[in-house]
């Protein structure tokens, strides 16, 4: 086993997505892509936590019908979100009466929970296994920010929270292999303004790229396409800028999630968007499906999360990032 | 493989372990067994936060030590704590160049990093792992209840967040082996009284404890004793109560962490002992030596978490609650 990479030669795959979004996501550029969206972002609910765990328990309901399976079938749940104690996740899944792990990866959870499902199939501990990740802009702007109402202006580096969730089933075979991951290293480099979390988390989305292309041997022409989610327009570019002065440029087939889920002509969402939820219906809704037809043969999936508190930033802390990779490959063109 | 039951037949072993504990836990019944403590509760920091932090640092460097391990031979690090977005944790951790996944899981949190860990290391993913949990009572104060200077008068049934981490180094063999574990389901009975929230776990513990011994075949007879962590005394006598109802008796060998880490007469803990923490350094200091001497041949480990929020108690909702079994065997009494 080479060292620091996870490899699932037991075999784990996505055979099976869905998203439920908000308003602003559903008008934006993959708008269609998505399975359920709520343009009241309210999904029927009366405080905006609930709503949150409601488009989380939708999303997996979804997922669930669309992979023709039972919840008795799913063996464990890995799911996470922002909200503090991560609600959103224990509320939105306790329904289903099935194991239940609880992560916080902030926006790089998408990721953790297919890494840790991937691990648990492609071993053989169970057989089918979902991940489970949201994020709601109003919920996550009064717990971190200020309240709605208060109406405060945001910076130009600002990334706007998605309102979504996306839901997978992890099984051992599938269209769409999950062929190898490396979990990422917590790298703080002095960013401590909450409002520039791209900038904060670029140099650990460098770190785990640098990291995967020396210790695999591969290199980005092995890849149809690099995505980051969230790191927004800013924290995008510098993610390439610090990659290229390593020597290494991706940004032909770079992209991030947080850069493609807005308009950034039609919608006035400053640096893109961010938020577990944001990576998680990307790739559950746009990135799977070309996943599954071929148009993607195969792609890196980098989530990227920033570990910081609202009381780490008030008490003066700079923030540590993650990011966490995840190699997906159309079962044709498996590594 | 048994539905529902991780079997760790490739190996896992809890190799090694320390703790750090503050003043009112080495003051108590287990007082001697930590591996270290600061009876200012500080350990050298001018903020709660950064002594958790520095709690988690200081537990995970000590075990280290005793693993004669080096920093470079971990593969990763499962972590976790109470505070809001996981803080103690991600900024504890900092200082080590290991691949890190972030947990939530409540005062499950140390079951649930030792099954994720034993999982990578018995399917031969990784060779060394280590978890990682805190807590820390004036940091949890202000965050869940109200600010210390308050003084605001605790209710009996409320338990005393404990001041400790604990740290494990797993690896494939070693005295105390890890056999199998089983996840929890998150339940929820209707309990939403933020202090008492051993009356909101204890059905979780219930569950994964009749469940356990359905599916594996076991018995209370099996082992040396059953330990939850953390209902205090409240949550530990419904457990019993509940279990008794559906025919089994564990109270000839059971305890819990929260129970037993203050001195009911002498230290005024109201219902015990709580906290991510809690259980963390009772298995770290006090279970695990006597695992490794054979003084306790086998035990069940129960890892017990309220899956609330502040917000959500404001809300009005009911706390959903997880717990995490973990079979424990010193290596000549395994199963």
Redesign the interface.
């Known amino acids: ?1 080479k ?2 990479i ?1 490899e699932f030669r037991g075999g784990a795959a996505l055979v099976c997505a869905a998203s439920a979004v908000g308003k602003y996501e559903h008008e934006g550029p993959l708008g269609d892509c998505f399975d359920l969206h709520d343009s009241t972002d309210k999904f029927g609910m009366n ?1 905006w ?2 709503a949150e765990s409601e488009m989380q328990r939708l999303a997996f309901n979804t997922a669930l019908a669309k992979a023709s399976a039972n919840e008795r079938e799913v ?2 749940l890995f799911a ?1 979100d ?6 959103g996740s ?2 939105g ?2 329904d289903f ?10 926006c790089s959870t998408a990721a ?1 929970s297919i890494m ?1 499902a991937s ?2 199939v ?5 057989s089918t296994a979902a991940a489970v990740t949201s994020s709601h802009f109003c919920s996550a702007e009064r ?1 971190y920010r200020t309240p709605l109402e208060y109406g405060a202006q945001r910076s130009p580096t600002a990334q706007w929270t998605v309102t979504g969730a996306g839901a997978f089933i992890i099984r051992s075979e599938g269209r769409v292999r999950v062929v190898e991951a ?5 790298v ?1 480099k002095g960013i401590n303004d909450a409002s520039n979390m791209g900038a904060a988390m670029a140099p650990a989305a460098a770190s785990t790229i640098l990291r995967y292309f020396s210790v695999s041997g591969r290199s980005p022409e092995d890849f149809d396409g690099i995505y980051t989610g969230d790191l927004g327009f800013e924290g995008g570019s510098i993610l390439c800028e610090l990659l290229l002065a390593e020597g290494l440029d991706i940004r032909a087939i770079y992209n991030d999630c947080g850069m493609m889920i807005y308009s950034r002509e039609k919608q006035d969402m400053h640096a893109g968007g961010s938020g577990c939820g944001c990576s998680a219906v990307v790739l559950a809704s746009h990135l799977l499906p070309r996943l599954e037809t071929g148009a993607l043969r195969r792609i890196l999936f980098i989530g990227t ?1 920033a ?6 930033i008030q ?1 003066g ?1 700079a923030i ?1 990032a ?1 990011a966490h990779l995840v190699c997906l490959c159309n079962e044709k063109y498996r590594f």
């Open positions: 086993m060292k620091e996870l405080t936590e609930r063996e464990a996470g922002l909200l503090n104690q991560c609600v224990a509320y899944l306790l009466d099935i194991p239940y792990f609880g992560l916080y990866g902030a953790e840790l691990v648990f492609s071993a053989g501990y169970i717990q490396m979990p990422g290293i917590v703080e999360g570990m910081m508190s609202p009381s780490s008490q802390e540590p993650v």
